[in-house]
């Protein structure tokens, strides 16, 4: 399994936006899917982006136009771009690496807080 840090959380204006990195401690590129999810208050976990090692890319539908999610494979790490971020994007934002066993991995998380 690989090891997984996400950075670039923080608060942020509505309208405003933040770049989240999800760093992995072994390579990534040509072995593992990565996901983005996000969990709010006493809510369910929920998907917002995934990135397939073919580079395929998808979106919840109430992120799509406002995120974008995309990966740099020498630096092993996956970014997600947040734009025109609402108050309803406040929630914890986690990273998950799935392997060719479907294995997964899954990063601490990081907190994005979307004022209003």
């Known amino acids: 399994q690989v090891q997984l840090v996400e950075s670039g959380g923080g608060l942020v204006q509505h309208g405003g936006s933040l770049r989240l990195s999800c760093a992995a401690s072994?390579?990534?590129?040509?072995?593992?899917?990565m996901y983005w999810h996000r969990q709010a208050p006493g809510k369910q976990r929920e998907l917002v982006a995934f990135?397939?090692?073919?580079?395929?890319?998808n979106y919840a539908d109430s992120v799509k136009g406002r995120f974008t999610i995309s990966r740099d494979n020498a630096k092993n790490t996956v970014y997600l771009q947040m734009n025109s971020l609402k108050p309803e994007d406040t929630a914890v934002y986690y990273c998950?690496?799935?392997?060719?066993?479907?294995?997964?991995?899954w990063g601490q998380g990081t907190q994005v807080t979307v004022s209003s």
């Open positions: 990135i397939t090692r073919a580079g395929t890319t």
């Open positions: 998950r690496a799935v392997g060719a066993s479907g294995l997964s991995s």
């Open positions: 072994s390579g990534i590129a040509i072995t593992h899917d």
